[in-house]
């Protein structure tokens, strides 16, 4: 392997600390999102019991639910590298700065798909809900 290779793979712990706090960060943002996208469908129930509506209230309230259960798994992998890369921090302090990880390509791939589905959900959301309010 190529050093340019490596290092593609390869970051340093506060790069992937960095990515960390990042996400976790835009996962409690989307939550709290979540709640007020709940609230507004609560609005419209209130003004529009229609059979239409209420079965698009459903399937928005489905989708909210799946999206927090996917952010919660989310948030436990992140926290679970978070919590490796500590013990590893701990158990070599003095090489810890210059010592390269593996890259989380995965779960970057997972964050970056939940964030993709996500924008495509709340876009649906705000066309529905311009058409209801």
Known sequence: MTTATKAQTHKHIGDLHFDHQVWLNRLRFYKDEIGIFERRLEEIVSRNTAAEVLAQVEHFQNQYIREREVIDEL????????????????????AIE???????????????????LYRELKDEFHHWLAKWM
């Open 98 to 116: 210059h010592r390269l990880f593996k890259d989380h390509v995965a779960l970057r791939d997972r964050m970056e798909t939940f964030e993709k």
């Open 75 to 94: 948030r436990h992998d992140i926290k679970g590298h978070e919590n490796f890369l500590e013990k590893e921090s701990k158990e070599h302090p003095v």
